[in-house]
Every structure is written in C-alpha cells, then in structure tokens.
C-alpha cells in the first residue's frame, strides 16, 4: 500500500526550471474544470463521504477555492518584489 504523506510534512525545493512556467500556469489554470468533470461523474452522497477523520472530495475541492484569495494576495506580493509573502491558515478556519 502506498503510504501518504501530510501536506504539512511535504517540502518543495523550488527547483522548477523557467522554462517550465508557461506549463505549470496552464495545470493552474485548468484545475477548476478538471475538478469539476471529476466530481461530476461522482454520484452527489458520494462526493461528501468522508473516510474516518479525512475530508470528502467536495471538501477537499472546497478547500482549494478558499486558499484562491490567498493566491492572489500572494501572487500581487510576489511582483510588488515583497521579501516575505503572506502565510497560510494552517487552521484552515475558512474551510
């Protein structure tokens, strides 16, 4: 069996090369149709069913439009050249 690791417990080296933006902004930009195609093959009771203490799929989709806002705050701060962008809610109260 495949075991998961915890978004908190993943890291991220930063590694991408450049020339791999144009492809990585088009995977972004695509997630809310390709979300939406997946939960709509699943049947609605299905999509809110959650396994132990884990989210539902309608959760989890749920949870990344929440963290849009923060996104976006982080993109404008990204090309203000701001040296430290703004942290997430690791509480995840919106969601």
């Known amino acids: 069996m495949i075991q998961r690791i915890k978004w908190t417990a993943r ?3 930063h590694e991408l090369p ?3 933006f144009a492809a990585v902004l088009e995977r972004l930009r695509g997630t809310p149709l390709r979300a ?3 939960l709509g093959e699943v049947a609605e009771p299905l999509r809110r069913t959650r396994v132990g203490d884990g989210w539902s799929a309608q959760e989890h989709v749920g949870h990344l439009a929440d963290l849009h806002d923060l996104d976006t705050v982080r993109l404008r ?3 203000e050249g701001a040296a430290v962008l703004s942290s997430a809610d690791m509480s995840n109260r919106r969601t």
């Open 11 to 13: 890291t991220f080296d």
């Open 18 to 20: 450049v020339g791999l």
């Open 77 to 79: 701060e990204y090309l």
């Open 36 to 38: 939406a195609v997946l």
